[in-house]
């Protein structure tokens, strides 16, 4: 049964730096694209940030674009998210994703999410 972990969550001052992290397990890694998405509350869940498989093209929402970066290591089946300069709009539940290169959408997997609280 595939599992995506996510893990590195917590609570941070605004200004502030987090690395989330999320193993992936009894999937194929290398072979999907990689992605981050969050859920605020009240809100509904929104694009972060997408590596794609084979050449790692990476993809970031505005709201994020030169503060967060994403990154994969295909020998550790894991995804990254380096968080800089947090602000307390990036409060949510953040989500790791998986997705074949052949799906027209994202849902083949999804993590439990990891909370992320920013104070100001």
């Known amino acids: 049964q595939v599992q995506l972990v996510e893990s590195g969550g917590g609570l941070v001052e605004a200004g502030g730096s987090l690395r989330l992290s999320c193993a992936a397990s009894e999937l194929t890694f290398s072979n999907y694209h990689m992605g981050w998405f969050r859920q605020a509350p009240g809100k509904e869940r929104e694009f972060v940030a997408a590596?794609?498989?084979?050449?790692?093209?990476?993809y970031y929402a505005d709201s994020v674009e030169g503060r967060f970066t994403i990154s994969r290591d295909d020998a550790k089946n894991m995804v990254y998210l380096q968080m800089h300069s947090l602000e307390p709009e990036d409060t949510a539940i953040y989500y790791c994703?998986?997705?074949?290169?052949?799906?027209?959408?994202?849902?083949?997997?999804w993590g439990q999410g990891t909370q992320v609280t920013v104070c100001s």
């Open positions: 590596i794609t498989w084979v050449d790692d093209n990476t």
């Open positions: 994703a998986a997705r074949s290169p052949t799906a027209t959408q994202w849902g083949d997997y």
